[in-house]
């Protein structure tokens, strides 16, 4: 259910432009539908922003507004699988160079092997220019797994619970968006009354409903019963998944070289998050990518966490069996997280 969930946003997002919607009308939706449903939580979710550091905050909306429109427009301008497999593709690398950037990454051979696999496949897509795909589609994609990176190191900090989260960074976001339209700077069809009943609907179950809760809550469950490493390797099958289904509802085709990017970046992603043997943990530092994807999961030192112990150690934790955490020296280690690595895969 997860991965489908996953496939149905970038497959979703990929037919805004065959719709009735704009990408404005899109936004809203998204953003909007989990402001409602999680409504009442609004007073606590006030009071947990007011005491978190502006600094992560900002972290975190980059995961909301900017990284929809991003993914949005380099999803117009390429191909719906090109769009399932880049962004989710190359946030390992990005986490993983941003990591770099502040002097905590120390990464073993195979994780490296598999950070040069994603950057080969990101090559290779640059040549499936007029397929179906251009060159700053492509670019737009990166730029979306690079936004998605930068939420992650959010995540990692934040004080805040997994609900308040999401519900801070719709309510931005969707005012936001609201905002714009009204103004006139993005178009909206919901506002002129033109857009179709039955988008406004599918736009909303796939999107509002399904991204934005429902696979963040597929994916625990899925690390609980699987295991991180075996959810994690699973989530790898998305970009294919949506690479095929992309065939007879978008009329596209798999060529050679989208074959050969779509196996290098699944392999890489797959490799990246499989299992670690003993000589990985003789590597790693205290930051460490558990996985790449939709909504990961970054672990570290518990001085980057908010005061609570964060997103990740506060509130994911403790909504799995004891045990599924376990503190290891300076940071948390991999443990048998198996609800967490496949319930919270944007």
């Known amino acids: ?42 007073p606590s979710t006030i009071r947990a922003v007011r005491r978190e550091r502006p600094q992560v905050l900002a972290l975190l909306l980059v995961g909301g507004l900017p990284h929809f429109l991003v993914f949005a427009f380099g999803a117009r301008l390429t191909s719906a699988a090109l769009t399932g497999m880049l962004v989710p593709g190359t946030v390992p690398l990005f986490v993983t160079l941003l990591a770099m950037a502040r002097g905590r990454a120390s990464l073993p051979p195979r994780r490296l092997l598999a950070l040069g696999l994603i950057t080969a496949g990101v090559a290779v897509s640059g040549f499936l220019v007029g397929g179906g795909a251009s060159l700053g589609g492509v670019g737009l994609l990166l730029v979306g797994g690079f936004a998605w990176a930068v939420f992650t190191t959010g995540l990692q900090r934040t004080s805040l619970t997994l609900l308040q989260m999401v519900l801070t960074i719709c309510t931005v976001s969707s005012t936001a968006v609201l905002v714009l339209a009204v103004s006139g700077v993005m178009p909206s069809h919901l506002l002129t009354g033109t857009a179709e009943l039955g988008d406004v609907v599918a736009l909303t179950v796939l999107q509002g409903i399904g991204t934005g809760l429902m696979s963040t809550l597929c994916y625990a469950f899925s690390v609980k019963a699987l295991g991180s490493s075996r959810a994690s390797v699973g989530g790898a099958v998305s970009p294919v998944l949506t690479a095929v289904v992309a065939v007879p509802v978008f009329g ?95």
């Open 1 to 42: 259910m997860t991965v489908v969930l996953w496939s149905s946003f970038a497959l979703s997002t990929r037919g805004i432009g065959g719709s009735s919607l704009t990408v404005a009308d899109a936004a809203f939706l998204r953003f909007m539908t989990p402001v409602v449903l999680l409504a009442p939580l609004l």
């Open 252 to 346: 596209e085709r798999i060529g050679l070289g989208l074959a050969v990017a779509l196996m290098l970046i699944v392999a890489a992603v797959a490799m990246f998050n499989g299992p670690a043997s003993p000589d990985d943990a003789a590597v790693l530092e205290p930051e460490d990518v558990v996985r790449g994807g939709d909504a990961l999961l970054v672990v570290g030192d518990a001085h980057d966490r908010g005061p609570a112990g964060g997103l990740l150690g506060e509130d994911l934790a403790g909504a799995l069996p004891a045990g599924g955490v376990e503190p290891r020296g300076r940071f948390v280690q991999e443990q048998d997280l198996r609800v967490l690595d496949d319930a919270l895969s944007q």
